[in-house]
């Protein structure tokens, strides 16, 4: 029996790899399956079993921590609208022109930012590409450090808090414990947050290194533009770009770190104070409006039904005893807690090239996580890095969307190839962070 529920796994694995929907493989192939076991092998499977799907379905209707998906969207989505990037990329770069690779800092710097913002991978790495790239471009940025700078950036709102991956990771462990260890959503948020912060660190010192020993890849910007832009009140202006999305940050994290509210009523605040935000930018109208909804529904519909296939999927795969089967498997293999998370982050890590991080979440997670419990590890610490490995995803070629969103918006003469090579010191960099965090997981309670 356990053997069918290793092969209605793979299976699901390989139809994903050829590219069908995940939302109805996931439900679709597990529901056929489930129907041919009943009828030629109904000892191990009845179709009664079904009647428990309603049940769980409503469970994820009515889950009070995914209300925060739709709205942490919609908070994204609207600010990306608000034109608040491009202001605060121009500030940036003027107050680092002097540095050689400033220009980089600055987009690492607004990324990190838009990340605490909005958390939305394909609005950030594409304003950054309409808005970055050119003047990159045209001040002699090497092609391959401009867009591995701006894909990094943009992938920064999967693990710096608020973060869609934090909220999809949390109700997926806690769903698949059975009892065993949970994680709290805002508990998640907190030990993200150093993580996130030694990430922008790192890349920051990346670019130092980069334009020190390759001084004509990252120029500074001339002198006589930074003193003239400094010329007209440099303090105001940083003042009123700085302050309206810092004051966000403060009011969403702030809020969910103190334990003022929890993260599905930080997000409503986050979608309120964002339309604020763009009233106050001029940029709000019907349209922007209109536009924003549907994109939010557009989104949310795909995220929900995906975690109802996923629903299905792990309800077949559970009855059929395979995640009993797989814990039993890997206790008896003999292998420690630390070598089973290190084959668990390699499958992560190898499933990114090919598959979106909420595939992975819904697919990957539930299957281990008991195993997890069962070893009696810190969920806490796994689940964070399993974040960082699932921001690889989104860099990791063939298949990284930021990749495909940042050659959506360059130029003709930007070609795949140097995408592609630009982006592999950042991956890089990532499996480093997950190295430090994985042999010293005290970092995580740093900011808990």
């Not at 769903?175 to 998640?188: A, E, M, N, Q, Y």
């Not at 150093?194 to 010192?205: A, E, I, R, S």
């Not at 990252?218 to 003042?239: C, G, H, M, Q, Y």
């Not at 536009?291 to 999927?313: C, K, N, P, Y």
Request: contains cysteine.
């Amino acid at each position: 029996m356990e053997f069918l529920a290793i092969l209605l796994f793979i299976i699901i694995f390989i139809v994903i790899l050829k590219g069908y929907p995940v939302a109805f493989t996931l439900g679709g192939i597990s529901i056929a399956f489930a129907f041919g076991i009943s009828i030629f092998a109904p000892e191990y499977f009845t179709m009664s079993t079904f009647y428990l799907l309603p049940s769980r379905i409503m469970g994820v209707v009515n889950n009070y921590v995914l209300m925060a998906v739709p709205l942490f969207i919609f908070m994204g989505i609207m600010l990306e609208k608000s034109g608040l990037a491009q202001r605060l990329l121009e500030t940036m770069a003027m107050m680092f022109g002097r540095i050689r690779g400033g220009l980089a800092i600055s987009v690492i710097i607004v990324g990190a930012l838009l990340a605490a913002s909005t958390g939305i991978v394909g609005a950030t790495v594409v304003t950054m590409g309409l808005i970055s790239l050119p003047t990159m471009l045209s001040r002699g940025y090497k092609t391959e450090l401009a867009t591995g700078v701006i894909a990094a950036s943009g992938t920064l709102g999967q693990i710096i808090p608020p973060s869609i991956v934090l909220v999809l990771l949390a109700d997926t462990i806690n769903s698949s414990s059975r009892g065993g260890g949970s994680v709290d959503v805002g508990t998640l948020f907190s030990a993200a947050l150093f993580p996130g912060l030694l990430l922008v660190g790192l890349y920051v010192f990346y670019i130092l290194i980069k334009a020190w020993i390759h001084k004509n890849d990252a120029p500074s910007i001339p002198k006589e533009e930074i003193i003239a832009f400094r010329a007209d009140n440099l303090t105001s202006k940083i003042v009123k770009v700085l302050l309206l999305p810092l004051l966000l940050i403060v009011l969403v994290l702030g809020s969910i770190f103190t334990g003022v509210a929890s993260p599905t009523e930080a997000s409503a605040i986050g979608a309120i104070g964002a339309t604020i935000l763009t009233i106050i930018q001029k940029k709000f109208s019907f349209t922007i409006l209109k536009d924003v909804a549907q994109e939010t529904t557009r989104l949310t519909s795909m995220v929900f039904f995906i975690l109802l296939g996923a629903t299905t999927f792990t309800l077949v795969f559970r009855t059929l005893g395979g995640d009993q089967y797989l814990q039993d498997l890997i206790l008896s293999s003999q292998l420690t807690p630390l070598m089973f998370l290190l084959l668990v982050m390699c499958v992560i890590f190898i499933a990114g090239f090919f598959i979106d991080f909420i595939e992975i979440i819904f697919i990957v997670v539930p299957v281990v996580t008991p195993v997890f419990n069962a070893l009696d590890m810190n969920m806490l610490w796994v689940g964070i890095l399993m974040a960082l490995n699932l921001q690889t995803s989104f860099l990791t070629p063939p298949f990284g969307f930021a990749l495909f969103y940042l050659k959506g918006v360059a130029p003709e003469k930007v070609k795949t190839s140097q995408i592609y090579r630009g982006i592999i010191p950042f991956i890089v960099i990532q499996l480093i962070v997950i190295g430090i965090v994985m042999f010293y997981p005290k970092l995580i309670f740093i900011s808990v």
